[in-house]
């Protein structure tokens, strides 16, 4: 039997503890390892990472996917690379008002953008794209999500300029 990830059973206090252990915590949340736009941006972001922060990217894919994208994608610059099929931490930052207009869809919507993905894939949906800065220990101090329409290719286009986001 294997134990439950924090992030998983216990969202609110893996942030809190994450938080309270590092001057930064920054959580991106990417739709998964098959997106191109996911890797681009999460390229352009690890190495604007500053000292004393702790960077999590984090997609639904699952666990597979996440090791997938941290190999291939060589994210290096991330502390961790989280792959949850139960969505559990974004479902804690939608109920929490972190981030309230989080998207989480059918993986069958990204067939509107060429990609043929599987529900099974996605058990409790496709989360888009997010993220969530906090610090000095716990305070929130930025929230993105992506809005998804079909003007930014349904949730891939218009994130945050990595320049300048976590200075």
Known sequence: MTDTPLYVS?????IHEVGHD???????IF???????DKHYLELLGPTKPEKCYMVAWTSQGEDAAKEAQEQWNL?????V?????????????EDELLP??????????????????DDDYPEGLV??????????????????AEVTEANLYGAANRPDPEGTLE
């Open 10 to 14: 216990d969202p609110e206090k893996w």
């Open 22 to 28: 590092n001057d930064i915590l920054c959580v991106v």
């Open 31 to 37: 739709r998964g390892a098959w997106c191109p736009y």
């Open 76 to 80: 290096t610059d991330y502390d961790l």
């Open 82 to 94: 989280i792959g949850d099929k139960t969505a559990s931490l974004a479902k804690y930052l939608i």
């Open 101 to 118: 207009k989080l998207n989480i869809s059918p993986a069958g919507d990204a067939t509107k953008v060429k990609y043929s993905l599987r």
């Open 128 to 145: 888009q794209p997010g993220m969530v800065i906090f610090a000095h220990k716990g305070n929130l101090v930025m929230h993105w999500e």
